[in-house]
């Protein structure tokens, strides 16, 4: 899996937006990007996965720009919920081995 | 629908002793792995499986055992637990044959040794 590089931490308050960045300089052409979502105490939670341009769903959107070195996680209006470590992850989903490598994540605090 | 269980959900061994950390699940899911989380860190591979009799070793199997006789369960062995296996377990199934399909997580088990 490509290498990935994300904020160590974030803060946020109710109701704001927030965005999360990934870089991956090194992407190949056949590699995909997949956000896991992990609360305190529990196992991680799939979010979302894209290609290119724009992908949104009942949970987030991810925007992955032209050039695609990087993407960003977008939770619209956030609660105190979605107070969690964010993952993302990068490769080939036709094949990427066996390794799902998380790395260290994003923690985003929401305050009230 | 329960998904992916895991049990125990805590546990603490002395140095030296055995003990299976037992993973079920109800989706008839092929593939499915192990991981240990140390605090703070991501997720590491320990083993995984693509079906009933096929297991192979991911990242950091030493210390670990797997077998893989049914499709719903996947028990992971520890053969003579040590202090540096103090970590929280958790066990994936997914649909697919791929590990960036959607993985489906269990809620974990928090393991001590003494």
């Known amino acids: 899996l490509a290498k990935t590089t994300q904020p160590i931490s974030m803060d946020s308050y109710e109701g704001q937006e927030v965005n999360i960045t990934c870089s991956h300089n090194?992407?190949?052409?056949?590699?995909?990007i997949t956000w896991y979502q992990q609360f305190p105490s529990q196992g991680p939670r799939f979010i979302i996965q894209?290609?290119?341009t724009k992908v949104t769903n009942e949970v987030a959107s991810l925007f992955i720009p032209a050039d695609r070195k990087s993407s960003t996680l977008s939770l619209p209006r956030v609660s105190l919920s979605d107070t969690a470590v964010y993952y993302c992850?990068?490769?080939?989903?036709?094949?990427?081995?066996?390794?799902?490598?998380f790395g260290g994540g994003t923690r985003l605090m929401v305050k009230p | 629908n329960a998904g992916v269980t895991q049990t125990p959900k805590f546990q603490v061994l002395k140095t030296g002793q055995s003990m299976t950390l037992q993973c079920a699940q109800d989706?008839?899911?092929?593939?499915m792995s192990w991981y240990r989380q140390d605090p703070g860190m991501g997720l590491r591979l320990i083993h995984y499986?693509?079906?009933?009799?096929?297991?192979d070793q991911g990242e950091v199997p030493n210390g670990y055992n797997v077998s893989r006789s049914t499709t719903e369960d996947f028990p992971l062995r520890l053969l003579s637990a040590a202090p540096s296996q103090t970590s929280v377990y958790f066990c994936?199934?997914?649909?697919?044959?791929?590990?960036?399909?959607?993985?489906?997580f269990g809620p974990g088990t928090r393991l001590t040794v003494l």
């Open positions: 090194n992407i190949a052409t056949n590699d995909y």
């Open positions: 499986s693509v079906g009933a009799g096929i297991t």
């Open positions: 994936a199934s997914s649909p697919g044959l791929n590990v960036l399909d959607t993985q489906y």
């Open positions: 989706m008839n899911h092929e593939y």
């Open positions: 894209g290609y290119k």
């Open positions: 992850l990068v490769g080939d989903i036709g094949n990427a081995g066996n390794m799902l490598t």
